[in-house]
């Protein structure tokens, strides 16, 4: 797909051209303009292919627009427009890289014939373009990975030789996209554009095997006070239209500005790969320089010391709030430079949170904890930043947690089931907290306690209302006297027994019988 500017101050010969051209070339994507200034506008706002201007226009003409073109967009090819009386001004245009020129009236073979001119010019710079951007990418591959030939280092020095210094741009993505190449074509763009104010410009950009984009910026001198941050402005001002354009974040880690040489370049990239993996925790940051940096921790023995002990004791008592402070705690450590290197950092906490899963055996089962072990690997290993561990991290001791909170529910459960089933099936003997505790293997203190907590009262009352609960069912069901009703449940003493019913149903024995009617004798 081309696309195609025509300039001319005559609305009605812009309109007919570009009418004629979308005949022969449906797919060309044709604009207008009618003066020069406008073009201009056009031509910065738009990628152009190749323009055709009249030479003769109020303002900025097409000679003046021609030059303007050569000067700062070179790649775009162009044709002039022009009368029987504008030669001359045609033929001096044509060292401007000027391809041809159309004498009005056109006619339908001199469109043709310019169309093809273009299009030619087009692909024989595209092939150039392809031969020469594969070949410094490759340079460019081969210096970054210490394989030059001597030929290759020659060559490297001949591009290197119009800039004196350099800074290497390490660019990385959260996540793989899709349209890497694109990517790479459109950041340059975009860097070049920012860097144009500071005479600097990229020489090399290259995606590299480890999903990183690569750039080397040339400068003319190294950048201090204002011209630094203009280009840190510049490269956030590329970051975000990164964004906007491919919906993915970019960071970039920055190196020293160095003086190019070969063995600089290798060392600058070494550095500005470091600050690009300070990412995982400087997370909130785009820009990363190499100064902000210091040399990965390998070891974080020091920094897990004790805690697995803590958390181990919380999640046994269920304590979300201790194991979520804890967590907290260890990673503000973990946050502080010099900083463990990530993937030690990541391969450290697994190890970490699976010593303390597998203490839970018994509560956790083996094949619970193999799976949680393989889907925190898969978890873990796939984090971008520090705060994306944590989460991690937390999440599978709290849902340890819960787990526990859950077993011990099931066998507060259970218990409570056999505590009623005893008192039902012995409240009628002489039974006592002591006896009861020994019959189902437990201290007295703690099945005091169990009752108070689970049943919502103590041993006693519970025992008391269920013996009333037992009368009352005798007292309308049957004709005992109450005395051996009494007995039946477990009150050796009828007059205390009168008074106990009385005092958990507001009315005596007797009163609550000849309440119900009739006596009931099945």
């Not at 050569?70 to 009368?83: D, F, N, Q, S, Y």
Request: glycine share 6%; charged share 25%.
């Amino acid at each position: 797909m081309v696309s195609l500017l025509i300039i001319d101050d005559e609305p009605r010969q812009v309109h007919s051209l570009a009418s004629v051209i979308k005949r022969f070339r449906e797919n060309y994507v044709v604009y207008e303009a009618f003066d020069g200034k406008s073009a201009w506008n056009v031509l910065e706002s738009v990628d152009i292919d190749a323009v055709i201007t009249d030479i003769r226009m109020p303002g900025m003409d097409g000679i003046e627009l021609v030059k303007r073109i050569a000067e700062r967009m070179p790649h775009i090819k162009m044709v002039l427009l022009t009368g029987y009386g504008e030669f001359q001004y045609a033929r001096d245009a044509l060292r401007h890289g000027v391809l041809d020129y159309l004498v009005k009236p056109i006619g339908l073979q001199e469109i043709k014939h310019i169309l093809g001119l273009i299009e030619n010019a087009l692909a024989k710079e595209a092939d150039l373009r392809l031969k020469s951007s594969v070949y410094r990418d490759h340079l460019f591959q081969m210096l970054l990975s210490g394989q030059l030939t001597n030929q290759m280092e020659t060559d490297i020095g001949q591009i290197l030789q119009e800039q004196g210094f350099g800074i290497v741009l390490a660019f990385g993505s959260d996540r793989t996209p899709e349209c890497s190449v694109q990517v790479n074509d459109v950041l340059r763009r975009e860097l070049d554009e920012q860097l144009r104010g500071l005479e600097a410009k990229v020489i090399f950009m290259i995606k590299t095997p480890s999903r990183e984009w690569v750039a080397l910026v040339g400068l003319r001198s190294p950048l201090t006070g204002i011209h630094l941050t203009h280009m840190n402005k510049g490269l956030q001002l590329c970051l975000e239209k990164i964004e906007d354009k491919f919906t993915f974040r970019l960071a970039v880690g920055i190196s020293d500005q160095m003086a190019l040489s070969v063995s600089n370049i290798q060392q600058a990239y070494g550095e500005a790969k470091i600050a690009l993996r300070h990412r995982f925790y400087y997370f909130s940051n785009s820009l990363i320089p190499y100064q902000m940096t210091s040399p990965f921790v390998q070891s974080t023995s020091s920094l897990l010391i004790g805690k697995e002990e803590i958390l181990l004791r919380a999640i046994r008592a269920s304590d979300w709030r201790l194991v979520s402070e804890t967590v907290m705690s260890m990673f503000k450590q973990i946050s502080k430079a010099p900083f463990p290197d990530p993937d030690v950092l990541k391969t450290d906490l697994i190890h970490f949170v699976m010593r303390i899963g597998m203490q839970l055996k018994g509560i956790l089962s083996e094949s619970a904890l193999s799976d949680d072990e393989q889907k925190m690997k898969t978890r873990i290993a796939s984090c971008e930043d520090i705060q994306s561990v944590q989460y991690a991290v937390k999440e599978f001791l709290l849902k340890w947690s819960d787990a526990v909170l859950e077993l011990q529910n099931n066998k507060n459960a259970a218990l409570v089931r056999h505590c009623i089933e005893y008192l039902e099936q012995h409240y009628m003997d002489d039974i006592s907290l002591d006896s009861m505790a020994r019959q189902l293997r437990l201290s007295p203190s703690y099945c005091s306690n169990f009752f108070k907590t689970h049943m919502g009262i103590g041993f006693s009352e519970f025992l008391i209302r269920l013996r009333i609960s037992k009368a009352k069912r005798l007292l309308l069901e049957t004709d005992d006297k109450i005395s051996d009703i009494a007995l039946k449940v477990g009150f050796h003493d009828a007059a205390y027994f009168n008074k106990v019913f009385k005092r958990e149903t507001g009315i005596t024995p007797n009163t609550f019988r000849q309440s119900s009617g009739s006596v009931k004798t099945g």
